[in-house]
C-alpha cells in the first residue's frame, strides 16, 4: 500500500516557509525590547481658543489647579520624583536590565533556533510527530547548549576588557513614610493681588480678543510675554495660509476671579479664571459678508460662551503681561 508522496515543488515552497516563518520569529524576539518602549494635540483655527493649553506659569507650569495642563511651554519639566521611584530607578539602572534586555541580538538568535527547530520538526506532518517530538528535544538542547555557551564567551572577554562591573548597592534604611513622600519642590511664595490688579486682568483679556480679531500682531505684542507673542503668531501664520480669519466680536466678560497669585524673586505671577460670551466665526479672507462662502466656520449671529484659565506675569512695579492659556 503505498503513500502519496510530496512532490519536490512542494517540499521546496515548505521549506521557503520554514526559512520565512523562522526569521520572522527570530525578528519578533529580537526587537521586542525596542517595540516595547516605542510609544508614542491638535488645535483649532485660534490661538486664544485652541484646545492645547500653553505658556509658562514660572515653577508652577507643571501644577495642577485644575485646570488642563500646559501642553506647550517653554519651560523645562521638571517633577519631583519620590524616593521610592527613584530608588527602583537607580537599581534598575545599576543592573541594567535582565540579559535579555541588553542582549536583543543574542535572544533574537536562540528564538532563531527555537523557531526553525519547531517549523523544521512539525513540517514533515502528523504522520511524524514522534519524529517530530525527538526533533524538537533535539533541538532546544542545542539552542541552549549554544545560547549558554555564547553568554559565557561574552562574560570572560567582557571581564577582560577591563571595564569594571557596576557595584551592588544596598539602599539606606528609611524611616517610616519617606519613601513614600514626594522631594520639595520650589513653587514661589503664595501672595495676593487687588482689585486693581483683576481690573487689569479683565483689560488685557478684551485687548487680546480685539487684537487677535484684526490679527494685529503689534497691538498683541505690549500684552504677553514673548513666548506666547510665538503661539499666537503662529497660530494667525497658520491661518493665513489657510486663507481663513478668526473674527471675534461682542466679547463680554461674565465671570474672573484670581485663583492664585505668587511671587518668584523679582517675578510677581497672578492665575485668573475667566468665563465670557462672545460671537466667534471664521471667515475666508478676499470673500465679503453676504457671499455664498463668506463664513468658513461658527455663527456670526449667535453668541458662544467660554471659559479659560489665564496668567499673567510681570516685573515688580511694572505692567501685567499674559503669560500662559490653559483650557477648562
Known amino acids: 500500500m503505498s503513500r502519496n508522496l510530496p512532490t519536490t515543488q512542494t517540499l521546496r515552497r515548505l521549506l521557503q516557509w520554514r526559512v520565512v516563518l523562522s526569521l520572522?520569529?527570530?525578528?519578533?524576539?529580537?526587537?521586542?525590547?525596542?517595540?516595547?518602549?516605542?510609544?508614542?494635540?491638535?488645535?483649532?483655527?485660534?490661538?486664544?481658543?485652541?484646545?492645547?493649553?500653553?505658556?509658562?506659569?514660572?515653577?508652577?507650569?507643571?501644577?495642577n489647579n485644575g485646570a488642563a495642563p500646559v501642553t506647550r511651554s517653554m519651560s523645562p519639566a521638571t517633577p519631583a520624583t519620590s524616593a521610592a521611584t527613584g530608588m527602583a530607578g537607580g537599581a534598575a539602572a545599576a543592573a541594567g536590565g535582565s540579559f535579555f534586555q541588553r542582549h536583543p541580538f543574542l535572544t533574537g538568535?536562540?528564538?532563531?533556533?527555537?523557531?526553525?527547530?519547531?517549523?523544521?520538526?512539525?513540517?514533515?506532518?502528523?504522520?511524524?510527530?514522534?519524529?517530530?517530538?525527538?526533533?524538537?528535544?533535539?533541538?532546544?538542547?542545542?539552542g541552549l547548549l549554544i545560547f549558554f555557551a555564547i553568554r559565557l564567551a561574552m562574560r570572560f572577554f567582557g571581564s577582560r576588557s577591563g571595564a569594571p562591573a557596576a557595584p551592588m548597592r544596598t539602599p539606606l534604611p528609611q524611616p517610616v513614610g519617606a519613601a513614600a513622600s514626594p522631594a520639595p519642590r520650589y513653587r514661589g511664595v503664595d501672595t495676593t493681588v487687588n482689585d486693581g490688579d483683576l481690573e487689569a486682568f479683565q483689560g488685557i483679556h478684551g485687548e487680546v480678543q480685539e487684537a487677535w480679531s484684526k490679527a494685529d500682531l503689534g497691538r498683541l505684542r505690549p500684552l504677553m510675554t514673548p513666548e506666547m507673542l510665538s503661539y499666537f503668531s503662529e497660530e494667525l501664520t497658520k491661518n493665513a495660509s489657510q486663507g481663513v480669519q478668526n473674527v471675534v466680536s461682542n466679547v463680554q466678560l461674565l465671570k474672573g476671579d484670581v485663583s492664585e497669585a505668587w511671587d518668584e524673586g523679582d517675578l510677581e505671577y497672578a492665575t485668573a479664571y475667566l468665563r465670557w460670551s462672545a460671537i466667534d466665526y471664521v471667515t475666508r479672507i478676499?470673500?465679503?459678508?453676504?457671499?455664498?462662502?463668506?463664513?468658513?466656520?461658527?455663527?456670526?449671529?449667535?453668541?458662544?460662551?467660554?471659559?479659560?484659565?489665564?496668567t499673567f506675569v510681570r516685573r515688580r512695579g511694572g505692567n501685567w503681561l499674559l503669560s500662559a492659556i490653559q483650557q477648562v
Open 24 to 63: 520572522l520569529f527570530c525578528l519578533t524576539l529580537a526587537l521586542a525590547p525596542s517595540l516595547a518602549e516605542a510609544r508614542a494635540g491638535g488645535s483649532s483655527s485660534s490661538g486664544k481658543s485652541s484646545s492645547s493649553s500653553m505658556g509658562s506659569r514660572g515653577s508652577r507650569t507643571i501644577e
Open 109 to 142: 538568535l536562540t528564538g532563531g533556533f527555537l523557531g526553525a527547530a519547531l517549523f523544521s520538526s512539525l513540517g514533515g506532518g502528523m504522520g511524524g510527530f514522534g519524529h517530530a517530538m525527538g526533533g524538537i528535544l533535539q533541538f532546544l538542547i542545542i
Open 286 to 310: 478676499g470673500r465679503s459678508p453676504g457671499m455664498p462662502d463668506y463664513v468658513a466656520g461658527g455663527d456670526p449671529n449667535r453668541p458662544i460662551e467660554s471659559e479659560e484659565v489665564w
